[in-house]
């Protein structure tokens, strides 16, 4: 009856109402020993595989950076690289150029069809990489041989690798803000459908669009799988064929790709809570 007159609302925890009544512990110990086993899981084969191109569990000869400023003088390491890093930035700007038009066009014209374009752009992921290079291998038959033969083929096949995780980011972008009403707005005042997609929506989903475009850049840079059985050389490849001379330089060049994509991730989450921050901000303005 005090606890009621106290705090009409009810709002107080049980452990303030009934002092004598000791409150329920959550299982910290289980959650524990679970980000321990998590943490050991990622972290353990990192500090290994780094810990092999320094060098210190195998020469005993302390640890050195040999191999990491080797690296650049390693034959095919620059060229394979370059053209990985160019074959990324071509497939992020077509697949934006693609599909933020389409996402946003689909959320304000064809809601309806959302689940079957989803649907669609998630089928990459169910089918293997080997059927995939085969059906484009098999599509693209007549096409030039400047296409067919060149990077623009790992290009075009990247594009569609990273449909579902493009579309997953730029939806959820597109849901997260008032869409229609600032289309129409947009609209109202005289700007023509391109501006308006230039300059209102893009500026409000750049976070999913970032996100989509560094996952879509990992992607390129770690694939292997149809670059090798297209006969193309890219730096995943190189890899690989330095691995059966040299497991170091391998291993060195495959810590330098999971750093970079690793610094591109940092990058895109630096993005999304300095968006984040600014929002209370902008709110208390008006």
């Known amino acids: 009856m005090t606890a009621l007159i106290s705090d009409?609302?009810?709002?107080?925890?049980?452990?303030t109402v009934r002092p004598g009544r000791t409150p329920r512990r959550r299982p910290?110990?289980?959650?524990?020993?679970?980000?321990?086993?998590?943490?050991a899981y990622f972290f353990v084969p990192l500090y290994a595989a780094i810990d092999f191109t320094l060098g210190g569990s195998r020469r005993n000869m302390g640890h050195t950076l040999s191999v990491w400023t080797g690296l650049v003088h390693q034959e095919g390491f620059t060229t394979n690289l370059m053209t990985s890093l160019k074959i990324a930035g071509l497939t992020v700007v077509l697949l934006l150029v693609l599909m933020v038009p389409t996402m946003a066009w689909l959320h304000l014209r064809l809601p309806h069809l959302r689940r079957v374009v989803e649907g669609v752009c998630l089928l990459p992921m169910a089918i293997p990489a080997v059927v995939i290079a085969n059906g484009i291998l098999g599509a693209f038959k007549s096409w030039p041989q400047s296409i067919t033969g060149s990077s623009w083929i790992l290009?075009?096949?990247?594009?569609?690798?990273?449909?579902?995780?493009?579309?997953?980011?730029?939806?959820?972008?597109?849901?997260?803000?008032?869409?229609?009403?600032m289309v129409e707005a947009a609209r109202s005042l005289g700007a023509s459908w391109p501006t308006t997609l230039w300059r209102v929506v893009v500026p409000n989903i750049r976070t999913a669009i970032a996100s989509a475009g560094i996952l879509g850049a990992a992607l390129a840079l770690g694939e292997f799988t149809i670059a090798n059985l297209l006969l193309l050389n890219t730096f995943p490849v190189w890899?690989?064929?330095?691995?059966q001379q040299d497991g170091e330089v391998a291993t060195t060049a495959s810590m330098l790709i999971l750093f970079l994509s690793w610094l591109l991730l940092m990058l895109v989450s630096h993005l999304?809570?300095?968006?984040?921050?600014?929002?209370?901000?902008l709110r208390r303005s008006k």
Do not use: C, H, M
């Open 8 to 15: 009409p609302a009810g709002l107080q925890s049980p452990a």
């Open 28 to 39: 910290k110990i289980g959650r524990a020993v679970l980000l321990l086993l998590f943490a």
């Open 155 to 181: 290009i075009l096949e990247y594009v569609i690798l990273a449909l579902p995780f493009t579309y997953r980011s730029l939806d959820a972008g597109l849901s997260a803000i008032p869409l229609t009403t």
């Open 239 to 243: 890899t690989d064929q330095a691995g």
């Open 272 to 281: 999304g809570r300095g968006r984040t921050k600014k929002s209370p901000k």
